[in-house]
């Protein structure tokens, strides 16, 4: 297939899936319940602590595991089943459809296994002239459909009742109404007699204890007890993350597991499989026979990469999806592969093909967001970022991105540049000035967008006016302003500037300042970002300052994280870039720690706010706080919280151009929020998150205005 | 924390488990118990796991004055058109509201499975914190890691449809727990 075709074919599975209300519905109605549930349900539970063990015990499984294998098979052979080790994916089908013929078996009930779907076994065993019945409602489902699983946990949330009883009704021959109770009766009957006849039960295993050599199933039908229980063979297919060492560290993931993926207290049951047990055949009791395959299929390989070894620590309980605004909106199957999700993105990687996971990564959003709540404590975005990198390094990043980065590391060039465009759009845009993303301005990437207003001034004119009346004997502050208030969004750049002074600062615009390198880095262009970022730290050590200030999250945190990590095999950049970093606070933080007070008794600034958390700002600086006392103490405003302040406004760098008709809807539902709270204004901390709501209020025309702290701050002290 | 305390822990979680919870203060109370339970249930078939402590609540006595079946046989057959099965449970777990039910024994195992209801008598005193506790005591108890171990929350359940809850898929429509006072 072409790469064009490639990328058609992707549009149009998400166009498809952007169309399909059921699941549009089913996936909404979840992510409204799920954040509550799963609280409720972690109540009394010490998430952080949890969270802190079940991460550093799985990491330190996957430095151990071939000796927790050994010790695995050596205590679940002792107790009687068989254990194979299967490297591949062809492995694991061999050994199953080969045990199925050798031990006469004719039928098998599967209960509910990933690694089953990952390897298409199913399919495999229906080739070796087996009956294969799935038995978990919704994987029935789904294999009734002749469908793929969209969720880890929930594989047919994206069906609606009436799909299902169609589905019913053929495979069932009879009428079945769509009514929910009445179809899990009839599953319920239908499936009970394929678990009494089966030969054979197929399950997978959540977790398997390495010192016990036990296997455990986490469920809620009681398909999983019935089909390890009643068949006389039961084969448990386990991927080998699924080792852990001990009674203990299996409690932990009892205690999480069910919590995070449903926001359920405990599953119906948590069954634990030791060795070889009795079952009754033909009215006899005899020894069922257990045989446990161990599946490699790429896992191994993810372990020994130095980045991706932390996905080890997945314990596959989809939270991550459950709170993603990118599955949200568009489900599972347009992940393409089995794992669906960013977490799902890494593990095809692996455990497929990585060219599968290419078109996949890019809709995520990097808001991080799932790193909140994954139990494993996997920076899911980084290691996103970390594999558009690698893509990049071997496939290139193309001229055109190549060309933005030599003009964005000219400031000058840049100005004229984008001057010479706004005018030149203006017949565009009926008289209005408008320009194309910022900085992705001259890719081919902004097609289909618009358009933040260029300022007639930029910002940089601004600050040279300003920086006359410096005297060089109070506190410096080196302003770096980034290129959405340099050019777009100057009188941010002023508000600071008037905080800052309030706060007996004097501040200063280091003219060779160039773009923080973000952008390069989410393309993965490392190239680029290491030259904009040598600039940066060479420009910021002007005047050798107190401070370093950025009012945009995602420059600070590309001036205090991002610069010493590309560096760092640049001993002397990477010493100069620690300083400079050192130095490098949020807007928002400054503030605080320079004390900024409310100017008199009576409060300056009346009425009610709310507040929107921008991604990098709330989960890189751990932040959210301060805003909001700032405006309400300082600038003396009512916060009236909105629903799901922390979730992405949709902006995230350059996914608005590249995914707008998932960036539009996600967008959207930040606007209702916003609605919802009845306040007049919303506050946030990142000029992105600026031009995305305001874009989007405009063109409701909705009478609600977007502030940059700063410039509520500013207005409160002016006022004050 | 004492066993009242977690009795009250224990309770409130299996309410939220959707589990039946009962407490009476003797075995032959718990028989009584067992025989109304089926009667309001007007089943007509029961299925026993007999162990010693099951007849301490000389329920074959009280459930044959209701004039139900009951029987001992390990036939999946039977027990697949069973209405209710009947076992003793050695543990509960307060932290989940689960009882704990290591079990190697195939009709042991069955009766907690195939029938629409299950009723499990749990000693009072056997109410431990967590499911770390269960973990650990079993092993202290039996000696080694007996070979089927369940955590029974509630009845079974599903929500695969349009995400609404619905009870009783493949296992027990209902739970009932029966707590006895009375030391084993
Ligand atoms: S970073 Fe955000 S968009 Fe990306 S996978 Fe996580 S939640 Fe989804
Ligand atoms: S990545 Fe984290 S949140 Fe996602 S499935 Fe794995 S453990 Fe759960």
Redesign the interface.
Known sequence: MSNEQHNQDFKASIQKALNDQVMRG?LS??AD?YPTARKNAYQGVDIEALRGEIACAKAKNGENLDQLIKLFTENATK?GAKVYYAKTAEDANRYIANLAIEKKVKKIVKSKSMASEEIHLNDHLKKAGLIVNE????EW?IQLAGQKPSHMV????H???EQ?AGYFSKELKSDIPPD??L???K??VE??TK??EADMGISGANFAVAE?G?IATVT????A??T???PRVHVALVGIEKVIKD??E??NI??ALPKSA?GQ????????????????VD?Q?QDKELHIVLMDNGRSDMLKDPKFKQAWQCIRCASCLNVCPAYQMVGGHVYGHIYAGGIGAILTFFFNDPTDAEKPQNLCLGCGRCTEVCPGKIPIPDLILEMRRRMADKKGIGLIPKAIFNVVANRKLMHSLLRVASVGQFPLTGGKPFIRHLPFFFSELTKERSLPAVAPKPFRDIAKEREKKNTGKKKRVNFYAGCLIDFCYPHIGTAVYDVLEHAGCEVYFPWDQACCGAPSKYMGDTESQIRLVKQNVAAMEEGNPDYIVSACPTCTVAMMEDIIEVLKDDPAWCERAKKVAAKVRDFSALAEELGVKAPGKKKSLKGKFTYHDSCHYRRHLHLSDVPRKLLSEVAGMELVEMKDSDQCCGMAGSYLVKFPEISAPILQKKLDNIAATGSELVCVDCPGCVMQISGGLDKRRSSVKIRHTAEVLAEALRKG | MSSEKLFSVFKE?AG??SAQVHRVGTWAQAGELIAEQVKELKAQRVHLFPTPQLEKTNCRATLAKTGVTISEK????EL?VTDVGITFVPYAVAE???IFHPE????G??VT??PPTHIAVVPFNKILP???DA??TV?KDFGA????????????????????L?I?????SKLIVILVDEGV
Not at chain 2, 168 to 172: C, D, E, K, L, T
């Open positions: 089913a109605r979840f319940a107790r038995t978990d409602l919704g489902i929930m594989p047919a949330i069906l609606s009742k299902v929910i109770p179809m899990v009766q599953a319920r499936l009970r678990f009494i016990t036990t809620n039908e009681g398909n007890r019935l390890t229980t009643l009674f203990k299996a409690a009892i205690k449903t207290l405990i599953t119906s049951y948590v069954t634990m499989v030791t060795g070889v047990t009795p079952t009754e009215g009791v | 979680k939220v488990m390990l036939d999946r057959h697949d989940t509201g689960s190697t024994d195939p009709l195992r069955v499975m195939l967590t499911v770390a973990l650990e092993v890691v007996p070979g089927y171990m369940s955590f029974i929350s509630g009845p079974s359940r599903t929500a695969d449809i349009e995400r609404v619905t009783g898929v493949h296992g027990p």
